[in-house]
């Protein structure tokens, strides 16, 4: 017996010329004797037959036997078997010296193994390591078979896009390995929920596919969706400490919404930002409006990358009065973007553009650089604060850009203050203390923006150099009011604030009462439409000219708060259901527009929908011109927001 035979690589055989064996090797033997079969003296082909799989192979094992030709690789089975066993044979006929046709020879190696191989590449080429699940891979080929039997004849599929709320918060706090383990889990819950629906994968990150190719009716996607979303908002334990997250899911339904996987990815994509901007831990449908504004936002990033270049930026200020003096100490340097054919854009639209296509470094180094040249004409006496972006923040060279600014302008370093938010925190603690370090030896001052609504104030100011902190207007908005607890708030910051040596500025100051309220909780400073709106740098320049003490203007008493919005709703008024979009809120009322409304619909009975499946009644206050405002006896709830600057 050979060393190839003795290690079980594979096995001999011949034949007669009759086509009966007359050798195999031992093993090939005994396993055919474990089989039921004798095979010596036995026609080949009664013994061994081509692997059903093999759809490929021209000729049979018949027909090279009996054509005396030569064959390679020929993939075979036992007749009596179909799953244990596979080779790929290979044989030659023989000859004596007088040229007799004497039969075949030839070898087979083990095919199982090597079957056995690819089948665990092609699991890992389209599994998910870390859950088991499909990856992208698979769930791109599940689609795209879900979609061609859907065209020839079975019911609507529905695509089902899924991202993790706060997850990068545990990867970030509790590490990797905690992450991953929240993950499985994830993927358990999911399975437990989609197994009879569904075919389930994992995108990467924290990020699931759902497709069901099923009748899935828009209600029954969102019912699935409602269940995941409850099932996995419910705590997590991994390693004794219980977490809890949630998601957001994006739903589109072939054909209404793509007949593509790509036109279905994009749109159920759309869907699941659409869910994020509601808040979170909901999902939404796909409409025709969400790539509406898709598309309206990719042109104004387009359109932004000009704007400069096409002299369509300016800077507007907004003054910012001592309660004491009442006299404009400083102004701060807001953004504003006239475009060419859209007019006013506002800069809650366009800023969260430019820092996603990588355009803000450009436009806050602009208005710094263009700020401070401005304040250059101003006295001495007053200040310019401008807004940092976390992004400009993070760049190392930012205290670089500062120090070229100042030392262009010629303006003192103390004349130029930075409204820093929380979200530069997000950064290192080291790189956050270098920076602090770098610009505070510049001899700039350093104001903590919008304080109070992000989540860890207190350490920011322990570790921060900060001159002043600015009062978030959500919290001077309804100050005056006897069941709001604001009041107390703002004087908590102010005392804290004093006794760290800081100024504080309140914001969104709007109501001429509001001055003696904020004035006797201590502020130092006051900004807010209630001593001016944003003004173009001539009129600046203008009121620098007059020596008289800033008037306030505007309401007299304040009124409830109003947010600026934009967002989709629904109104029924009578049998008649409009989609609408409301563009501010408050406690008690909407102003919307895209309804058709009649003066005689004054004061008739409404309902607005303004989140799935719940509605509020309330009436019509006023009709003008497509717009409406509407008011609510109950309270609304705080579902929306508040708009940027």
Wanted: hydrophobic share 40%; proline share 4%.
């Amino acid at each position: 017996m050979s060393v190839y035979e003795e290690q079980s690589a594979g096995w001999f055989w011949e034949t007669d010329a009759a086509g009966q064996i007359t050798y195999l090797s031992p093993q090939i033997c005994a396993i055919l004797v474990a089989h039921g079969l004798d095979p010596i003296g036995a026609k080949f082909v009664a013994i061994f037959h081509p692997d059903a799989s093999a759809q490929d192979v021209q000729r049979s094992l018949s027909y090279n036997l009996t054509t005396k030709t030569a064959f390679t690789g020929f993939p075979i089975r036992i007749v009596s078997d179909t799953t244990n066993f596979l080779w790929a044979i290979s044989g030659r006929p023989y000859f004596d010296a007088a040229g007799v046709y004497r039969g075949f020879m030839g070898s087979a190696a083990d095919l199982m193994d090597k079957r056995n191989s690819q089948t665990e590449i092609r699991r890992l080429a389209y599994s998910d390591g870390l859950t088991g699940l499909a990856n992208r891979a698979m769930l791109n080929s599940w689609l795209e078979q879900s979609l061609l039997s859907r065209s020839s004849g079975f019911n609507p599929t529905a695509l089902m896009l899924m991202d993790l709320d706060k997850f990068k918060y545990v990867n970030d706090t509790l590490g990797h390995q905690t992450g991953d383990a929240l993950l499985q889990q994830v993927a358990g819950r999911l399975q437990r929920l989609t197994s009879d629906t569904a075919l389930l994968g994992r995108l990467g990150g924290d990020e699931f596919q759902i497709i069901v190719p099923q009748d899935s009716s828009r209600a029954e996607a969102s019912g699935l969706a409602r269940s995941i979303i409850a099932s996995l908002s419910q705590p997590y334990d991994i390693d004794g400490m219980a977490i809890q997250i949630g998601c957001s899911i994006g739903i589109a339904i072939a054909p209404e919404h793509g007949g593509t996987p790509d036109e279905l990815v994009r749109n159920a994509d759309l869907a699941l930002y659409a869910a994020k901007d509601a808040g979170r831990g909901v999902h939404r449908v796909f409409t025709d409006n969400l790539l509406i504004a898709a598309q309206s936002r990719r042109q104004m990033e387009d359109d932004l990358r000009d704007a400069l270049a096409k002299g369509e930026m300016h800077l507007a200020y907004q003054p910012i009065v001592s309660t004491q003096s009442t006299k404009i100490v400083g102004y701060e340097a807001l953004l504003r973007w006239k475009h060419s054919k859209f007019g006013l854009i506002g800069p809650d639209q366009f800023i969260p553009v430019a820092e996603e296509c990588g355009l803000i470094e450009a436009l806050g180094e602009w208005v710094l650089r263009t700020a401070a040249n401005d304040a250059a004409h101003w006295p001495d006496t007053v200040r310019v604060a401008v807004n940092v972006s976390p992004i400009q923040f993070s760049n190392p060279q930012f205290p670089k850009i500062v120090a070229s600014a100042l030392a262009t302008s010629r303006i003192l370093p103390d004349r130029l203050e930075l409204e820093i938010t929380e979200g530069v925190f997000l950064n290192t603690d080291a790189h956050s203390s270098q920076m602090f370090k770098a610009l505070k030896n510049i001899g700039v001052r350093l104001a903590l923006d919008d304080f109070g609504t992000g989540y860890s104030s207190l350490g920011y100011l322990q570790n921060a150099p900060f001159d002043k902190i600015k009062i978030d207007k959500s919290f001077v908005r309804g100050a005056m009011s006897s069941d709001s607890k604001n009041a107390l708030i703002i004087a908590a910051i102010v005392s804290l604030a004093d006794a760290l040596g800081m100024e504080t500025t309140a914001e969104g100051v709007e109501a001429q009462d509001e001055i003696t309220l904020i004035r006797k909780l201590g502020c130092s400073h006051i900004q807010g439409f209630v001593y001016g709106r944003p003004m173009p740098l001539e009129s600046v320049m203008t009121s620098m000219g007059d020596p008289s003490l800033v008037q306030p203007i505007g309401y007299s008493i304040s009124r409830d708060p109003r947010v600026k919005v934009f967002r989709s709703a629904k109104l029924l008024l009578s049998t008649r259901e409009t989609e609408i979009q409301i563009r501010n809120i408050s406690r008690h009322g909407l102003m919307i527009e895209g309804a058709t409304l009649h003066p005689d619909d004054i004061g008739k009975e409404v309902f607005v929908e303004l989140l799935e499946g719940q509605r509020w009644s309330g009436n019509i206050r006023w009709a003008h011109k497509g717009k409406a405002g509407v008011y609510f006896e109950i309270s609304l709830p705080n579902v929306f927001p508040e708009s940027t600057r």
